[in-house]
């Protein structure tokens, strides 16, 4: 059974940064291309950056140069280092993994910018 778990969300102030973690259990985890998604009120789920199995990573253009997305296969863990982040930023944020042709989602953790 697969399962992600994210953690690391809270409030801050813009410019400031976070980090998000995500625990992945029931995959040999080294093999797969994880992501971070985000959803913010009103908004459809987007793509905030990937990273394969070779340590290739992929960002959305308004994540290039802020966020940093990173993976360690020994302990099965993802994560996302977001910093000058900006009140547009403010979304529930989810960890992803293809796995054939299921897609398998955390429940996600919000992050709310704002002074």
């Known amino acids: 059974q697969v399962q992600l778990v994210e953690s690391g969300g809270g409030l801050v102030q813009p410019g400031g940064s976070l980090r998000l973690s995500c625990a992945a259990s029931?995959?040999?985890?080294?093999?797969?291309?994880m992501g971070w998604y985000r959803q913010a009120p009103g908004k459809q789920r987007e793509l905030v950056a990937t990273?394969?199995?070779?340590?290739?990573?992929n960002y959305q253009d308004s994540a290039k140069g802020r966020f940093t997305i990173s993976r360690d296969n020994a302990k099965s863990t993802l994560e996302l280092q977001m910093n000058s982040l900006k009140p547009e930023d403010t979304a529930l944020y989810y960890c992803?993994?293809?796995?054939?042709?299921?897609?398998?989602w955390g429940k996600g953790t919000l992050v709310t910018v704002s002074s």
């Open positions: 992803n993994v293809r796995v054939g042709s299921m897609n398998y």
């Open positions: 029931g995959i040999i985890f080294r093999i797969y291309v």
């Open positions: 990273v394969a199995s070779t340590g290739s990573t």
